[in-house]
């Protein structure tokens, strides 16, 4: 892993959200808000949007640190999601106080999918 790799890893602990038309999006380094609105005008409707543009995967991060040779049922991986968790709540806390959402995750051993989705209802 080189160092601009391991930004693009270390970002998505510390995201910033953007508030488009009520809804918090992930917005990555190198997107602009109107990046983000094109996505979302390929969705059906902007809820639609945000359940899946705010899927963030870290699964190729554990990969690169610890091997491909990890578990799903190691303990450490609730504690590492926890740490995102408590990253993202503290960003929406201090840029969005008020918006009510919730942070899911993703646990998926068959997909090999691990990681985090911000959503609204």
Known sequence: ??????????????LNFENIDGYLFVRRQ???VDKIRAKIATYASTKEAQSWINIV???SFIDEVAGDEWSF??????????IYEQSWVTQIMAYH???KYKIERIVDPELGDLG???IQD
């Open 116 to 118: 985090l989705r911000l």
């Open 57 to 59: 995967l870290i699964e």
């Open 1 to 14: 892993m080189d160092i601009a790799q391991l930004v693009i890893y270390l970002d998505d602990l510390v």
């Open 73 to 82: 049922k190691d303990p450490s991986i609730g504690a590492l999601l926890s």
């Open 30 to 32: 190198d997107e602009s």
């Open 97 to 99: 106080r008020g918006i």
